[in-house]
């Protein structure tokens, strides 16, 4: 075989076990999803087979769904502007430091070497009835009576930012360190003050970061069941818990299957928009 | 008026001292050169002017205003970075307009003055393109466009031409002085590079380890260096052990070990006052090689042997052995170069050497 042949067929021999993996546990499932959700489920409880546009219907027409849906994306959205507003400052502050970067990235990372549940469950201890927030408030004399602070939408926003806020400000240091600091300097000497050349210069520069980072919390943050389920109150449902809801409780698969394929075209939808303007490279950049 | 005053500067960074009470002053319109090793202080004085670091005693003036106080962009100064650092999502047009948008420059006249500048530059074709799009060297002059169109006080130039190759170096070095020439403003440029600092300044501030060793015009410094280190740095010398004799008249008498006694003129000893050893500093270029049977013409001469040869075209640089000195002669090759191994007088004239005092 010539050399050209090999290096040809080299990147397809190093991807093949990956693209097996991902054959076999992503688009095979994803085909056996989009097969159910044209399914019956019948009155007995067993699915029949077929092409059957029931669920399609009652998952696009019912307003339930669709309010869901739209509250998801408003949490979300939230959640995504609170990150970015948390985390820039923060990624700033690291991409600036002189020297103890590492250190500051390792303690950025640390979160994730303890599970996301554990995490999002941790915010019981400190906010629930008997939490320490309460037992604080409570021995220094300023509230008289326990305060149920857990359970609301404010509660599943701050969930998800704890979660997700790492995600933001990996994505924006990434961006910043790419960006010269002397072009800051260079804004200065032409009569711009600091806080003008940030806005000029860093700021507009940072903008493929910010924005790969807010993608992946706005995906990451609308596909979440498990913050809504332990921190949100009974009203607090995100759509991720309808799916949870129909296939676990209900054992209703073919309508469990037509939501979830909904939520995966609403954010598809999304992230085709992005790399439309922006391009997968800044995102794989953050992720890498 | 000096456009610009330094008056014992001095920049620590914690235990270490970058400048150690430094004073300047820079005459209005003139072109001074930082020249130094890397690690000189020659940056960091740069960046003191800019207002980029503070210094931690003395005092800057520009113009006759105190500007210790004065933050970097309230101080109207012009300033070409070593990487360019040209604002990469804006325009050419709109990177050299930054500086009169601060300005309250007029959009009408914004406009006219960036024309200009790219005319000045040579490049009045390329405002809307992105600087990515340009080479280095054309990114390098919209970086002097963008610095000089404010119309500056003083034009501070970082190593400007270290990221170019080295054919373009010597262009953008000509364009470089050519616009500086033009609109006479006075530039403080920073380089480690011997050959632009002679090429382009009217004045050379040769610093080390955080010292001025020697301030003065290009020939001045070149020819007459007043330490070792000067001696050392611009272009290549010999260095011979010697002994004063003492001043008679305008001449000076040096005993050295492979020369003998050597009259210097008095004016290419401006240091040395009384006797005892002294260094005589002979240029590569002033070390002239012949063979033994020519007149030497009043020439001090010794022989020597050609010991490695480095073949450079119209000139080679020869090592040559005159008892236990090793020595540089650097010569215009007449026909064809000496070989190794060849027997050669060595030649010097009394006027063509520099003394100085052991070191201080």
Same mark, same amino acid.
């Given at each position: 075989?010539?050399?050209?042949?090999?290096?040809?067929?080299?990147?397809?021999?190093?991807?093949?076990?990956?693209?097996?993996?991902?054959?076999?546990?992503?688009?095979?499932?994803?085909?056996?999803?989009?097969?159910?959700?044209?399914?019956?489920?019948?009155?007995?409880?067993?699915?029949?087979?077929?092409?059957?546009?029931?669920?399609?219907?009652?998952?696009?027409?019912?307003?339930?769904?669709?309010?869901?849906?739209?509250?998801?994306?408003?949490?979300?959205?939230?959640?995504?502007?609170?990150?970015?507003?948390?985390?820039?400052?923060?990624?700033?502050?690291?991409?600036?430091?002189?020297?103890?970067?590492?250190?500051?990235?390792?303690?950025?990372?640390?979160?994730?070497?303890?599970?996301?549940?554990?995490?999002?469950?941790?915010?019981?201890?400190?906010?629930?009835?008997?939490?320490?927030?309460?037992?604080?408030?409570?021995?220094?004399?300023?509230?008289?009576?326990?305060?149920?602070?857990?359970?609301?939408?404010?509660?599943?926003?701050?969930?998800?930012?704890?979660?997700?806020?790492?995600?933001?400000?990996?994505?924006?240091?990434?961006?910043?360190?790419?960006?010269?600091?002397?072009?800051?300097?260079?804004?200065?000497?032409?009569?711009?003050?600091?806080?003008?050349?940030?806005?000029?210069?860093?700021?507009?520069?940072?903008?493929?970061?910010?924005?790969?980072?807010?993608?992946?919390?706005?995906?990451?943050?609308?596909?979440?069941?498990?913050?809504?389920?332990?921190?949100?109150?009974?009203?607090?449902?995100?759509?991720?818990?309808?799916?949870?809801?129909?296939?676990?409780?209900?054992?209703?698969?073919?309508?469990?299957?037509?939501?979830?394929?909904?939520?995966?075209?609403?954010?598809?939808?999304?992230?085709?928009?992005?790399?439309?303007?922006?391009?997968?490279?800044?995102?794989?950049?953050?992720?890498? | 008026?000096?456009?610009?005053?330094?008056?014992?500067?001095?920049?620590?960074?914690?235990?270490?001292?970058?400048?150690?009470?430094?004073?300047?002053?820079?005459?209005?319109?003139?072109?001074?050169?930082?020249?130094?090793?890397?690690?000189?202080?020659?940056?960091?004085?740069?960046?003191?002017?800019?207002?980029?670091?503070?210094?931690?005693?003395?005092?800057?003036?520009?113009?006759?205003?105190?500007?210790?106080?004065?933050?970097?962009?309230?101080?109207?100064?012009?300033?070409?970075?070593?990487?360019?650092?040209?604002?990469?999502?804006?325009?050419?047009?709109?990177?050299?307009?930054?500086?009169?948008?601060?300005?309250?420059?007029?959009?009408?006249?914004?406009?006219?003055?960036?024309?200009?500048?790219?005319?000045?530059?040579?490049?009045?074709?390329?405002?809307?393109?992105?600087?990515?799009?340009?080479?280095?060297?054309?990114?390098?002059?919209?970086?002097?466009?963008?610095?000089? !169109? +404010?119309?500056?006080?003083? =034009?501070? $130039?970082?190593? &400007?031409?270290?990221?170019? #190759?080295?054919?373009?170096?010597? @262009?953008?070095?000509?364009?470089?002085?050519?616009?500086?020439?033009?609109?006479?403003?006075?530039?403080?440029?920073?380089?480690?590079?011997?050959?632009?600092?002679?090429?382009?300044?009217?004045?050379?501030?040769?610093?080390?380890?955080?010292?001025?060793?020697?301030?003065?015009?290009?020939?001045?410094?070149?020819?007459?260096?007043?330490?070792?280190?000067?001696?050392?740095?611009?272009?290549?010398?010999?260095?011979?052990?010697?002994?004063?004799?003492?001043?008679?008249?305008?001449?000076?008498?040096?005993?050295?070990?492979?020369?003998?006694?050597?009259?210097?003129?008095?004016?290419?000893?401006?240091?040395?006052?009384?006797?005892?050893?002294?260094?005589? !500093? +002979?240029?590569?270029?002033? =070390?002239? $090689?012949?063979? &033994?049977?020519?007149?030497? #013409?009043?020439?001090?001469?010794? @022989?020597?042997?050609?010991?490695?040869?480095?073949?450079?075209?119209?000139?080679?640089?020869?090592?040559?052995?005159?008892?236990?000195?090793?020595?540089?002669?650097?010569?215009?090759?007449?026909?064809?170069?000496?070989?190794?191994?060849?027997?050669?007088?060595?030649?010097?004239?009394?006027?063509?050497?520099?003394?100085?005092?052991?070191?201080?």
């Amino acid at each position: 075989m010539s050399v050209e042949a090999r290096e040809a067929r080299q990147p397809w021999v190093l991807l093949s076990p990956a693209l097996t993996a991902v054959l076999l546990l992503l688009f095979v499932p994803l085909a056996f999803i989009v097969v159910y959700s044209f399914w019956l489920r019948t009155a007995t409880g067993a699915d029949q087979a077929g092409f059957y546009l029931d669920n399609w219907n009652e998952a696009l027409t019912d307003p339930f769904y669709r309010d869901i849906l739209l509250n998801t994306l408003k949490i979300a959205g939230i959640t995504t502007v609170v990150c970015a507003l948390m985390g820039y400052p923060a990624a700033y502050f690291i991409a600036r430091s002189k020297g103890n970067k590492v250190i500051l990235l390792l303690l950025l990372m640390l979160p994730f070497w303890i599970s996301y549940i554990i995490r999002t469950m941790s915010w019981i201890n400190i906010l629930g009835v008997s939490g320490a927030f309460n037992t604080a408030l409570l021995s220094l004399g300023i509230i008289s009576e326990p305060v149920q602070m857990l359970y609301n939408e404010t509660t599943v926003i701050l969930g998800l930012v704890h979660f997700l806020l790492p995600f933001m400000v990996l994505n924006v240091y990434v961006s910043l360190e790419g960006i010269d600091e002397t072009l800051e300097d260079a804004a200065c000497s032409l009569g711009a003050t600091r806080w003008k050349s940030f806005l000029e210069i860093t700021l507009p520069l940072s903008l493929p970061g910010l924005a790969a980072g807010g993608l992946l919390c706005f995906v990451l943050g609308a596909g979440t069941y498990i913050t809504p389920l332990v921190l949100g109150g009974p009203t607090d449902a995100m759509f991720a818990n309808l799916v949870f809801e129909a296939i676990i409780t209900q054992l209703d698969w073919p309508l469990g299957s037509a939501l979830s394929l909904m939520l995966l075209a609403v954010l598809g939808a999304l992230v085709l928009i992005y790399n439309h303007y922006l391009g997968m490279a800044q995102l794989m950049k953050g992720l890498g | 008026m000096s456009a610009v005053t330094l008056k014992d500067i001095v920049k620590r960074f914690g235990d270490f001292t970058a400048v150690h009470r430094m004073s300047m002053e820079i005459p209005e319109g003139s072109f001074v050169t930082l020249l130094g090793p890397s690690g000189c202080g020659k940056t960091t004085t740069l960046r003191m002017i800019a207002g980029l670091l503070d210094p931690s005693e003395g005092e800057i003036s520009i113009k006759g205003r105190r500007v210790n106080d004065v933050p970097i962009h309230k101080r109207n100064l012009g300033i070409v970075f070593q990487n360019y650092a040209l604002f990469p999502h804006k325009t050419v047009a709109e990177n050299i307009a930054f500086g009169l948008k601060y300005r309250d420059v007029p959009k009408e006249e914004a406009k006219k003055r960036v024309a200009q500048a790219l005319e000045l530059v040579q490049l009045p074709d390329v405002g809307d393109r992105y600087p990515k799009q340009l080479s280095g060297g054309q990114q390098q002059r919209i970086a002097l466009a963008r610095a000089i !169109v +404010i119309e500056p006080d003083v =034009l501070l $130039l970082d190593e &400007p031409l270290s990221a170019l #190759d080295a054919n373009l170096r010597e @262009d953008m070095r000509v364009e470089l002085k050519r616009i500086q020439h033009r609109i006479g403003i006075t530039t403080v440029f920073v380089t480690h590079d011997q050959s632009e600092a002679l090429a382009m300044s009217d004045r050379i501030v040769v610093m080390s380890q955080g010292r001025v060793e020697q301030a003065g015009a290009p020939e001045e410094v070149y020819n007459t260096p007043e330490t070792e280190f000067v001696a050392q740095f611009l272009g290549s010398s010999n260095i011979l052990e010697g002994t004063s004799n003492g001043a008679s008249g305008d001449e000076v008498a040096i005993e050295t070990a492979g020369f003998g006694l050597i009259a210097v003129p008095k004016s290419r000893a401006p240091k040395l006052n009384g006797s005892g050893p002294v260094k005589l !500093v +002979i240029r590569a270029e002033k =070390l002239h $090689l012949a063979k &033994p049977e020519t007149d030497p #013409d009043g020439q001090i001469a010794v @022989d020597g042997v050609v010991e490695t040869v480095d073949y450079q075209g119209q000139a080679a640089r020869y090592f040559v052995r005159v008892g236990d000195l090793q020595l540089q002669a650097i010569n215009m090759i007449d026909d064809h170069p000496f070989n190794e191994g060849d027997t050669v007088s060595v030649r010097i004239r009394p006027r063509d050497c520099a003394a100085l005092p052991e070191a201080r």
